[in-house]
T-cell receptor
Framework: RKEVEQDPGPFNVPEGATVAFNCTYSNSASQSFFWYRQDCRKEPKLLMSVYSSGNEDGRFTAQLNRASQYISLLIRDSKLSDSATYLC???????????FGPGTRLSVLP | NAGVMQNPRHLVRRRGQEARLRCSPMKGHSHVYWYRQLPEEGLKFMVYLQKENIIDESGMPKERFSAEFPKEGPSILRIQQVVRGDSAAYFCASFESYNEQFFGPGTRLTVL
C-alpha cells in the first residue's frame, strides 16, 4: 500500500460546481497535513494546512479524520482558475519526512 | 523575505555533459529537499539535506547523481553524464520545523 493515496481523477466539472477530493495515508503516526496546488509547469504552492478540527478558507474546506486516516478537500462554487492538480501532503513526524500523494487533476469547464 | 530561489530556470545539455542545479532556501531555513517531476507525472522525492549533511538520499539514483548543501552557499544537485531520461523539472523546497515546505520555481532540464 502506498503511503499517501489520492483519488485518481481527472475531475471535469462545470463552473459553479462543488467538488471533493479524498486522500488516505498509511502511517497513523503522521502529524501534519497539507493541501498543495500545482499549476501546469509551475511549482507546487501551499493551498492550506489541515487541522484536526477542520478548517475553511473562503470556498475551500479541509477536513481530517485521524481514526480513518483520511483527509478531504472540498471546493465550492468552482472557478475556471481552480483548474490545477491538487496534492495531498503528509508530514510523518514534524520533521523531514514529507510524503506527497500522486495528485488529483481538476478541470473546471465553462 | 525572498522565497526559495533556483537557477538556472532552464538548462539545456547534450548527452554526456554535466548539469548543475542550484537552490537557495528561504532565509532562516536549513532544510532542503530536491524533487524530480517527469512530464505528466507526480513529484518524486530525491534527497533531503541539512547544512553540510545528507539526511536521506533514498530517492536518488545510485549513479551520476549527487547533492550537497554546504555551510555557505546554495544547495547543488549535480547530474553527471546526462542522458535523455534525465530531462525533467527539478524542484527544490525548503522547510523549517513545524511548518510546510516552500518550493522554488524549478529548473527545467532538457537533454538533447
Amino acid at each position: 500500500r502506498k503511503e499517501v493515496e489520492q483519488d485518481p481523477g481527472p475531475f471535469n466539472v462545470p463552473e459553479g460546481a462543488t467538488v471533493a477530493f479524498n486522500c488516505t495515508y498509511s502511517n497513523s503516526a503522521s502529524q501534519s497535513f497539507f493541501w498543495y496546488r500545482q499549476d501546469c509547469r509551475k511549482e507546487p504552492k501551499l493551498l492550506m494546512s489541515v487541522y484536526s478540527s477542520g478548517n475553511e478558507d473562503g470556498r475551500f474546506t479541509a477536513q481530517l479524520n485521524r481514526a480513518s486516516q483520511y483527509i478531504s478537500l472540498l471546493i465550492r462554487d468552482s472557478k475556471l482558475s481552480d483548474s490545477a492538480t491538487y496534492l495531498c501532503v503528509v508530514n510523518m513526524d514534524y520533521g523531514q519526512n514529507f510524503v506527497f500523494g500522486p495528485g488529483t487533476r481538476l478541470s473546471v469547464l465553462p | 523575505n525572498a522565497g526559495v530561489m533556483q537557477n538556472p530556470r532552464h538548462l539545456v545539455r547534450r548527452r554526456g555533459q554535466e548539469a548543475r542545479l542550484r537552490c537557495s532556501p528561504m532565509k532562516g531555513h536549513s532544510h532542503v529537499y530536491w524533487y524530480r517531476q517527469l512530464p505528466e507525472e507526480g513529484l518524486k522525492f530525491m534527497v533531503y539535506l541539512q547544512k553540510e549533511n545528507i539526511i536521506d538520499e533514498s530517492g536518488m539514483p545510485k549513479e551520476r547523481f549527487s547533492a550537497e548543501f554546504p555551510k555557505e552557499g546554495p544547495s547543488i544537485l549535480r547530474i553527471q553524464q546526462v542522458v535523455r531520461g534525465d530531462s525533467a523539472a527539478y524542484f527544490c523546497a525548503s522547510f523549517e520545523s513545524y511548518n510546510e515546505q516552500f518550493f522554488g520555481p524549478g529548473t527545467r532540464l532538457t537533454v538533447l
